[in-house]
């Protein structure tokens, strides 16, 4: 059963809204401001992450964003993120849809598209039989990606400070290639994407987010 559809009590669903782009793109900052928004219209949510989201997500979470799988290949990576997905999509966002939650998610299948599929060279095919079996019909009602150039992105995720993880760790051109992929996965499909420039001021982006959110969910004013 897909995000839009009725529940059995005949209540609608919640709608599944996720957040894609590279690092330092601000995905967490404009998701708790959409919650905000969201809220104040009297919709109940959900916010939550990939990998993570779960008990045994945020488990395997640790595991790939130390490294820790990387030894392994891209193949055992996407395994890995596919497996964390199954029981973040079981424990946390399809009972949170079933409830009539709206749930907004901090990265979800694309980013797996993108990092393992484009830049780790796992087969398309191989990506979408995971998807297949494990989000099957669990899809987004909308994705938002936000874009900005690489140098500025990896610039922003070292201002937070901290260690920089599997992923950030990688050089400009990794994560240019990574933008790339993105909005190609916006290109191919734009009845469910929409591309926002995480270029500009905060509360720029938000404005965006929530007249996207409004313009292609019917959001309540």
């Known amino acids: 059963m897909s995000a839009g559809q009725a529940r059995a009590d005949g209540g609608p669903r919640g709608r599944f809204i996720t957040f894609e782009g590279g690092e330092g793109a601000g995905k967490s900052t404009q ?18 992450r990939e990998p993570g989201g ?16 990387k030894p392994y290949g891209p193949f055992a990576e996407t395994v890995l993120f596919f497996a964390a997905r199954d029981d973040h ?27 393992q599929g484009v830049l780790g060279n796992i087969a398309p095919e191989m990506i979408r039989t995971l998807e297949r079996v494990v989000v099957a019909d669990t899809r987004p009602d909308l994705t938002l990606i936000l874009d900005l150039p690489a140098v500025e992105g990896l610039k922003r995720a070292r201002a937070r400070g901290g260690a920089a993880d599997r ?3 990688e050089g400009l051109a990794f994560h240019e290639r990574l933008r790339q ?13 929409a591309v926002v420039d995480a270029a500009r001021d905060v509360e720029a982006v938000a404005g965006e ?3 996207v959110v409004t313009e292609r969910l019917a959001l309540p004013s």
């Open 89 to 115: 999509l079981s424990q946390t966002i399809r009972p949170a849809l079933a409830r009539g939650q709206w749930v907004l998610c901090d990265r979800f299948v694309d980013s797996t598209r993108a990092y």
């Open 31 to 48: 998701i708790r401001r959409l919650a905000e928004s969201l809220r104040g219209r009297g919709i109940e949510l959900a916010m939550t």
């Open 54 to 69: 779960s008990p045994g997500a945020e488990a395997l979470r640790e595991v790939l964003l130390s490294g820790g799988a």
């Open 167 to 169: 992923f950030e760790s």
């Open 181 to 193: 992929a993105f909005l190609a996965i916006a290109e191919a499909e734009p009845a469910r994407c």
């Open 209 to 211: 987010v929530l007249r």
